[in-house]
C-alpha cells in the first residue's frame, strides 16, 4: 500500500517488495515489531473488555464481599479487593469495556467528520478548503480536553455525550492529517489521467483518492482510540464520566487515591489497564505506519 | 518591512481565530438543548440580588434571539466584562485575576522541566543512535507518553504522603511574592508530573529532527572539514533541528492546558483547572464560559508567537 505522490521518493527494491509480497494489512503489520506487540496488546484489550461488557468476569463487578475487603493480590483475586470486598480486577474489565465503548464511538465521530472534511478541503476549490481549514484552526485552538469539558458540562455526562465530546474534539487532527496527502495526491498523474478520461469529482475522490488514504486514516485511528482512552478517563477521573452504576478506569483510580496507601492495588490495578491499553493502540499505530508507508519502517 | 507585514497579518488571523472559539463556545454552550444559562439562572434565583439578576439577564441577553446574544455576549467581552459568578457573586475577571497567575506559574515552570527533559535526552537518545543512551530515551518517552497526568499524579500524592507525610492540602496555597520557598514547594510537583509528558513528546521530536539533519551531506562536510565535536553538536545539529522543537512545544501547550485542570485538582492549587472543574460542578455557567475562552486564548497567542520565533530561529523564512 503505497501513496503515490509527487514527493514521494523512488523506492528502494526492498521496499517494493515488501509492498508486493505482504500478505493483506495483517501480515503486513506483523512484520513490524512495534505493529506485532500492539496487534497481542490491543486484541487482549478488546477481549477482555468485550466480556466485561458482556459480565463474563471473575466475579460480579459491583458484588461486595464482606469478607474479603482489601485483600491484596493473589490467584482468586489477581488485582486484589477494595474496601468493600469487590474485586478490582472484574471492577477493570467492565471499565475496559466501556472505555473501549466510548473510545471507539468518539474516534467513529471523529474519523468520519474529520476524514470528510480533510478529504474535501484538499481536493475540492481554494474557498471551500479555506473554509474548513479556518474553521479546523478555530477548533483546534480550544485544548482537546477544555473542549470536552464544555460540552460535557452543556450535554451532560453520559456515554454517547462523552463520546460526542471526545470525537469532535480530534476531528481536526483527521482533517489535518487526512489533507495533506489528497493535496499532493490532486497533482498526481493518476487522479490527472481520471480527470481527462472524464470522471466525475464524486467519482475520483471516493474510487481513486478515498483508497489511498485508507492507510492514513487508519494510522490515525489507532493513535485516536489511544487518545479517546486517556481521554474517557480523564474525564471520569474528574468525575464527569458517564454517571454510576457504569464502572469506569478513571473513576476507580480517583476513588482509589485515598486508599492506595494501605491498598496499593487498588491504584494499581486500574492504572495498569490504562496504560497497557494505551501503549497497546499506540504500538498498532506504529505498526500500521510502518506497513502503509514503507519509508518510515522500523526495524 | 515585510517582517512586520507578516507580524500583522498573523496577528489579524491570530484575531480571526479567537472569534471564531467564542462562537464556538458560545454554539457550545448556549444553542445546545438544555441551555446552560437559563438552568444555571434558575438555581441561582436565591442567591443573586434582583440587581445582579438583571444585570446577567441583560449580559446573556435572556430572551433575545440568538444572534443578538451572542453579540451582546462579544460586546461584553470586548469591553473586558466577563459577568458574574452565579456562586460567589463575584465578577468573574475578579476570580480570573486570582487563578490565572497560579496556572501560569505551573505551566511556566513544566514547560522549563519539559524541555529539558525532552532536549536534552533526545540530544543524548539522537547522538547514540541504537546505544543504551538511546533506550534510556525510548523508556522516558513510552513512560510519558503513555502514563497519563491523572495517573501519575495520583501515584506521586500516595508515594509523597505515605513515605514523605506531604500532603497537597496541608496549608494554603502561598503567592510567589509572599512566600517564595513554600510557594516552590507547592508548585514543583505539579509541574514535574506535568512536564514528563511534553518532555517525551519533545524528546521524540528532538531525537527524530537531529537524526535527519546529521545524516544530511552537510553534517559529514563539517565533520569532514574538522568542526569540534562541540560546535558539530550544538551549531549544526542543534540549531538545525530548533524548528522541530519549537513547533512541538507550542503544540504541547495544549497537552499542558489540559494537563493543568487535572493536576490543580489533584495538588489542590487554586488556579484556573481547578476554578474550571468547580464551575462545572456548580453550573456556574458565566465562569465556565469565561475559562474556557481564556485557555483557548492563552494557547492560540503562544501559538502565535510561536509562528514569529520562526523568523528569529530559521533564517530562511526571513527572505520572503
Same mark, same amino acid.
Given at each position: 500500500m503505497i501513496i503515490d505522490t509527487a514527493a514521494t521518493p523512488p523506492l528502494k527494491l526492498e521496499d517494493l517488495e515488501l509492498v508486493t509480497r505482504h500478505r493483506g494489512w495483517v501480515g503486513a503489520v506483523w512484520r513490524s515489531r512495534n505493529g506485532r506487540i500492539g496487534m497481542i496488546v490491543v486484541a487482549l484489550v478488546v477481549v477482555a473488555g468485550i466480556l466485561g461488557l458482556a459480565g463474563v468476569t471473575p466475579y460480579g463487578p459491583a458484588a461486595q464481599d464482606p469478607n474479603a475487603v482489601l485483600k491484596g493480590v493473589s490467584l482468586s483475586h489477581l488485582f486484589g479487593t477494595d474496601q468493600f470486598g469487590r474485586d478490582v480486577f472484574s471492577g477493570a474489565m467492565q471499565g475496559l469495556g466501556v472505555s473501549l465503548e466510548i473510545a471507539a464511538l468518539s474516534v467513529l465521530i471523529a474519523g468520519v467528520i474529520g476524514s470528510l472534511g480533510g478529504i474535501i478541503a484538499g481536493f475540492l476549490g481554494k474557498w471551500t478548503s479555506a473554509v474548513i481549514m479556518r474553521a479546523t484552526d478555530m477548533l483546534f485552538a480550544i485544548p482537546t480536553v477544555l473542549f470536552a469539558l464544555a460540552i460535557v458540562t452543556a450535554l451532560g455526562p453520559s456515554i454517547v455525550d462523552s463520546s460526542i465530546a471526545i470525537g469532535v474534539g480530534w476531528a481536526p487532527i483527521f482533517v489535518r492529517v487526512v489533507r495533506s496527502p489528497v493535496l499532493a495526491m490532486r497533482e498526481s498523474d493518476f487522479v490527472k489521467a481520471g480527470r481527462v478520461l472524464g470522471y466525475s469529482r464524486w467519482r475520483l475522490l471516493f474510487h481513486h483518492i478515498l483508497p489511498n488514504v485508507t492507510g492514513v486514516i487508519a494510522v490515525q485511528t489507532s493513535l485516536a482510540l489511544a487518545w479517546a482512552i486517556l481521554a474517557e478517563a480523564s474525564l471520569s477521573f474528574l468525575g464527569?464520566? +458517564?454517571? +454510576? +452504576?457504569?464502572?469506569s478506569l478513571g473513576e476507580m483510580v480517583s476513588n482509589s487515591s485515598s486508599l492506595a496507601s494501605i491498598a496499593w492495588w487498588t491504584l494499581a490495578g486500574p492504572s495498569l489497564v490504562i496504560v497497557v491499553a494505551v501503549i497497546g493502540f499506540n504500538f498498532l499505530g506504529d505498526g500500521l505506519r510502518d506497513a502503509s508507508d514503507p519509508r518510515t519502517r522500523t526495524r | 518591512m515585510s517582517a512586520l507585514l507578516a507580524v500583522v497579518r498573523r496577528t489579524f488571523s491570530t484575531l480571526v481565530t479567537l472569534w471564531g472559539v467564542s462562537v464556538i463556545i458560545f454554539i457550545v454552550l448556549r444553542l445546545l438543548p438544555g441551555n446552560a444559562v437559563s438552568a444555571a439562572m434558575g438555581v441561582s434565583e436565591g442567591l443573586l440580588t434582583p440587581g445582579q439578576i438583571a444585570a446577567l439577564n441583560r449580559y446573556y441577553g435572556v430572551g433575545q434571539p440568538a444572534v443578538q446574544q451572542y453579540l451582546s455576549w462579544l460586546h461584553a467581552l470586548v469591553t473586558g466584562n466577563l459577568g458574574i459568578s452565579l456562586?460567589?457573586?463575584?465578577a468573574v475577571s475578579t476570580l480570573i485575576g486570582t487563578a490565572l497567575p497560579v496556572t501560569l506559574e505551573l505551566a511556566l515552570f513544566s514547560m522549563i522541566i519539559g524541555v529539558a527533559i525532552g532536549v536534552g535526552f533526545g540530544m543524548w537518545s539522537a547522538l547514540h543512535p541504537g546505544r543504551w543512551q538511546d533506550d534510556i530515551g525510548q523508556a522516558i518517552s513510552v513512560i510519558g507518553l503513555a502514563i497519563p497526568v491523572f495517573i501519575l499524579g495520583t501515584v506521586l500524592v500516595v508515594f509523597m504522603s505515605t513515605h514523605f507525610h506531604y500532603f497537597p492540602s496541608s496549608k494554603p496555597f502561598a503567592g510567589v511574592l509572599t512566600n517564595p520557598w513554600l510557594n516552590f514547594q507547592q508548585i514543583i510537583f505539579p509541574a514535574l508530573v506535568l512536564s514528563l509528558g511534553i518532555g517525551a513528546a519533545i524528546l521524540r521530536t528532538t531525537r527524530a529532527a537531529v537524526l535527519e539533519v546529521s545524516s544530511l551531506n552537510f553534517a559529514r562536510t563539517a565533520l569532514g572539514k574538522g568542526v569540534s565535536r562541540r560546535a558539530f553538536v550544538w551549531r549544526h545539529l542543534f540549531l538545525n533541528a530548533l524548528t522541530a522543537v519549537t513547533t512541538m512545544s507550542g503544540i504541547q501547550l495544549g497537552y499542558l492546558l489540559g494537563g493543568t485542570v487535572i493536576i490543580e485538582q489533584i495538588f489542590i492549587l487554586p488556579g484556573m483547572g481547578r476554578l474550571l472543574i468547580t464551575s462545572i460542578s456548580n453550573r456556574d455557567f458565566p465562569v465556565v464560559q469565561s475559562t474556557v475562552l481564556i485557555f483557548a486564548a492563552g494557547f492560540v497567542i503562544v501559538n502565535m508567537l510561536v509562528d514569529l520565533c520562526y523568523t528569529l530561529i530559521d533564517p530562511r523564512t526571513r527572505k520572503q
Amino acid at each position: 500500500m503505497i501513496i503515490d505522490t509527487a514527493a514521494t521518493p523512488p523506492l528502494k527494491l526492498e521496499d517494493l517488495e515488501l509492498v508486493t509480497r505482504h500478505r493483506g494489512w495483517v501480515g503486513a503489520v506483523w512484520r513490524s515489531r512495534n505493529g506485532r506487540i500492539g496487534m497481542i496488546v490491543v486484541a487482549l484489550v478488546v477481549v477482555a473488555g468485550i466480556l466485561g461488557l458482556a459480565g463474563v468476569t471473575p466475579y460480579g463487578p459491583a458484588a461486595q464481599d464482606p469478607n474479603a475487603v482489601l485483600k491484596g493480590v493473589s490467584l482468586s483475586h489477581l488485582f486484589g479487593t477494595d474496601q468493600f470486598g469487590r474485586d478490582v480486577f472484574s471492577g477493570a474489565m467492565q471499565g475496559l469495556g466501556v472505555s473501549l465503548e466510548i473510545a471507539a464511538l468518539s474516534v467513529l465521530i471523529a474519523g468520519v467528520i474529520g476524514s470528510l472534511g480533510g478529504i474535501i478541503a484538499g481536493f475540492l476549490g481554494k474557498w471551500t478548503s479555506a473554509v474548513i481549514m479556518r474553521a479546523t484552526d478555530m477548533l483546534f485552538a480550544i485544548p482537546t480536553v477544555l473542549f470536552a469539558l464544555a460540552i460535557v458540562t452543556a450535554l451532560g455526562p453520559s456515554i454517547v455525550d462523552s463520546s460526542i465530546a471526545i470525537g469532535v474534539g480530534w476531528a481536526p487532527i483527521f482533517v489535518r492529517v487526512v489533507r495533506s496527502p489528497v493535496l499532493a495526491m490532486r497533482e498526481s498523474d493518476f487522479v490527472k489521467a481520471g480527470r481527462v478520461l472524464g470522471y466525475s469529482r464524486w467519482r475520483l475522490l471516493f474510487h481513486h483518492i478515498l483508497p489511498n488514504v485508507t492507510g492514513v486514516i487508519a494510522v490515525q485511528t489507532s493513535l485516536a482510540l489511544a487518545w479517546a482512552i486517556l481521554a474517557e478517563a480523564s474525564l471520569s477521573f474528574l468525575g464527569l464520566g +458517564p454517571p +454510576p +452504576p457504569i464502572a469506569s478506569l478513571g473513576e476507580m483510580v480517583s476513588n482509589s487515591s485515598s486508599l492506595a496507601s494501605i491498598a496499593w492495588w487498588t491504584l494499581a490495578g486500574p492504572s495498569l489497564v490504562i496504560v497497557v491499553a494505551v501503549i497497546g493502540f499506540n504500538f498498532l499505530g506504529d505498526g500500521l505506519r510502518d506497513a502503509s508507508d514503507p519509508r518510515t519502517r522500523t526495524r | 518591512m515585510s517582517a512586520l507585514l507578516a507580524v500583522v497579518r498573523r496577528t489579524f488571523s491570530t484575531l480571526v481565530t479567537l472569534w471564531g472559539v467564542s462562537v464556538i463556545i458560545f454554539i457550545v454552550l448556549r444553542l445546545l438543548p438544555g441551555n446552560a444559562v437559563s438552568a444555571a439562572m434558575g438555581v441561582s434565583e436565591g442567591l443573586l440580588t434582583p440587581g445582579q439578576i438583571a444585570a446577567l439577564n441583560r449580559y446573556y441577553g435572556v430572551g433575545q434571539p440568538a444572534v443578538q446574544q451572542y453579540l451582546s455576549w462579544l460586546h461584553a467581552l470586548v469591553t473586558g466584562n466577563l459577568g458574574i459568578s452565579l456562586v460567589s457573586r463575584e465578577a468573574v475577571s475578579t476570580l480570573i485575576g486570582t487563578a490565572l497567575p497560579v496556572t501560569l506559574e505551573l505551566a511556566l515552570f513544566s514547560m522549563i522541566i519539559g524541555v529539558a527533559i525532552g532536549v536534552g535526552f533526545g540530544m543524548w537518545s539522537a547522538l547514540h543512535p541504537g546505544r543504551w543512551q538511546d533506550d534510556i530515551g525510548q523508556a522516558i518517552s513510552v513512560i510519558g507518553l503513555a502514563i497519563p497526568v491523572f495517573i501519575l499524579g495520583t501515584v506521586l500524592v500516595v508515594f509523597m504522603s505515605t513515605h514523605f507525610h506531604y500532603f497537597p492540602s496541608s496549608k494554603p496555597f502561598a503567592g510567589v511574592l509572599t512566600n517564595p520557598w513554600l510557594n516552590f514547594q507547592q508548585i514543583i510537583f505539579p509541574a514535574l508530573v506535568l512536564s514528563l509528558g511534553i518532555g517525551a513528546a519533545i524528546l521524540r521530536t528532538t531525537r527524530a529532527a537531529v537524526l535527519e539533519v546529521s545524516s544530511l551531506n552537510f553534517a559529514r562536510t563539517a565533520l569532514g572539514k574538522g568542526v569540534s565535536r562541540r560546535a558539530f553538536v550544538w551549531r549544526h545539529l542543534f540549531l538545525n533541528a530548533l524548528t522541530a522543537v519549537t513547533t512541538m512545544s507550542g503544540i504541547q501547550l495544549g497537552y499542558l492546558l489540559g494537563g493543568t485542570v487535572i493536576i490543580e485538582q489533584i495538588f489542590i492549587l487554586p488556579g484556573m483547572g481547578r476554578l474550571l472543574i468547580t464551575s462545572i460542578s456548580n453550573r456556574d455557567f458565566p465562569v465556565v464560559q469565561s475559562t474556557v475562552l481564556i485557555f483557548a486564548a492563552g494557547f492560540v497567542i503562544v501559538n502565535m508567537l510561536v509562528d514569529l520565533c520562526y523568523t528569529l530561529i530559521d533564517p530562511r523564512t526571513r527572505k520572503q
